[in-house]
Antibody, heavy 120, light 110 residues
Framework: QMQLLQSGAEVKRPGASVNISCQASGYTFTGHYIDWVRQAPGQGLEWMGI????????TYAPKFQGRVSIIRDTSTSTVYMQLSSLRSEDSAVYFCARDRGSGSFAMDVWGQGTTVIVSS | QSALTQPASVSGSPGQSITISCTGT?????????VSWYQHHPGKVPKLMIFEDTKRPSGVSNRFSGSKSGNTASLTISGLQAEDEALYYC??????????FGGGTKVNVL
């Protein structure tokens, strides 16, 4: 069964960094891009970035450029998303999602979400 | 890249059909046949309902259909059911490996 398992909730101080993991199972990790999407309280879904599982090349939404980094570890089928210089507006649920492949560019398998709270 | 424009809410009675619009630009929706739609129940994980503008993943009810005209994509739900009450988001590829979501539409089943 295809699954993305994310790390647990985090509480961070403003200015700190958060690192969230997303471990894939049940499918060939190297066959599908992984996206990161977040949802702040009362807000909609927001695309943050994407990583190619083989090359490790990542692309980021302009809004997060310079603050976000997405890397992967093919030996453990895990993708990591780090967001730095956290502010209160970064409090949100963060999801990783698998691109279904075949040029579809649609997210068909989602992680369970990781809640990040940024508070002093 | 600006967010795609969706109505805040759409309502319908059980059995009726409703349509949610998603307006982008000639740089995203209007250029690429890569609009996807997601259903999101609060506290749950988003679910892919439509990909590549009009295609349904296996397991998704045929009551859900997608279409597109120019810079506007649409999701139609026919035979509206109580379980369809949720938030719906469109998403489009915007070129250069960038994606953009719409603001979301709350579907209310009266």
């Amino acid at each position: 069964q295809m699954q993305l398992l994310q790390s647990g909730a985090e509480v961070k101080r403003p200015g700190a960094s958060v690192n969230i993991s997303c471990q894939a199972s049940g499918y060939t990790f190297t066959g599908h891009y992984i996206d990161w999407v977040r949802q702040a309280p009362g807000q909609g879904l927001e695309w943050m970035g994407i990583i190619h599982p083989i090359s490790g090349a990542a692309t980021y939404a302009p809004k997060f450029q310079g603050r976000v980094s997405i890397i992967r570890d093919t030996s453990t089928s895990t993708v990591y998303m780090q967001l730095s210089s956290l502010r209160s507006e970064d409090s949100a649920v963060y999801f990783c999602a698998r691109d279904r492949g075949s040029g579809s560019f649609a997210m068909d398998v989602w992680g369970q979400g990781t809640t990040v709270i940024v508070s002093s | 890249q600006s967010a795609l424009t969706q109505p805040a809410s759409v309502s319908g009675s059980p059995g009726q059909s409703i349509t949610i619009s998603c307006t982008g630009t000639s740089s995203d929706v209007g250029t690429y046949n890569l609009v996807s739609w997601y259903q999101h129940h609060p506290g749950k994980v988003p679910k892919l309902m439509i990909f590549e503008d009009t295609k349904r993943p296996s397991g998704v009810s045929n009551r859900f259909s997608g279409s597109k005209s120019g810079n506007t994509a649409s999701l139609t739900i026919s035979g509206l059911q109580a379980e369809d009450e949720a938030l719906y988001y469109c998403c489009s590829y915007g070129g250069s490996r960038i994606w953009v979501f719409g603001g979301g539409t709350k579907v209310n089943v009266l």
